[in-house]
């Protein structure tokens, strides 16, 4: 069992930056790719990026390629999503999840292929 908290979402201007960070607790940390999705309000649930428990390759959907980016720090079992240039259309509730694995550099873009999930972290994005 793995638990998940996402923190660090709020209010920021367009042009602004935030940085979501992803605790976990429980099983080995190092043995989960970590993702990032968003759910927009009235949209489903989108890919937006995540990271390979090699904690090397990443992949990001291409919206926020050059925006975003994902690190992860297995010590402190937390994974985080830098994300700058924010614009209004990255207003969301931001989720982490976690896909056990055996590969160090799989990288999972699906959401059914992952395990255990967050509970979500607002951010809005003012014009």
């Known amino acids: 069992q793995v638990q998940l908290v996402e923190s660090g979402g709020g209010v920021v201007q367009a042009g602004g930056s935030l940085r979501l960070s992803c605790a976990a607790s429980?099983?080995?940390?190092?043995?989960?790719?970590m993702g990032w999705f968003r759910q927009g309000p009235g949209q489903e649930r989108e890919f937006v990026g995540c990271?390979?428990?090699?904690?090397?390759?990443?992949s990001y959907t291409d919206s926020v390629k050059g925006r975003f980016t994902i690190s992860r720090d297995n010590a402190k079992m937390t994974v985080y999503l830098q994300m700058n240039s924010l614009k209004p259309e990255d207003t969301a509730v931001y989720y982490c999840?976690?896909?056990?694995?055996?590969?160090?550099?799989?990288?999972?873009?699906?959401?059914?292929?992952?395990?255990?999930w967050g509970q979500g972290t607002q951010v809005n994005v003012s014009s």
């Open positions: 999840a976690a896909a056990l694995t055996g590969s160090s550099n799989w990288l999972p873009e699906l959401s059914f292929q992952y395990d255990y």
């Open positions: 429980g099983r080995t940390f190092s043995s989960y790719a």
């Open positions: 990271i390979a428990r090699g904690h090397v390759e990443t």
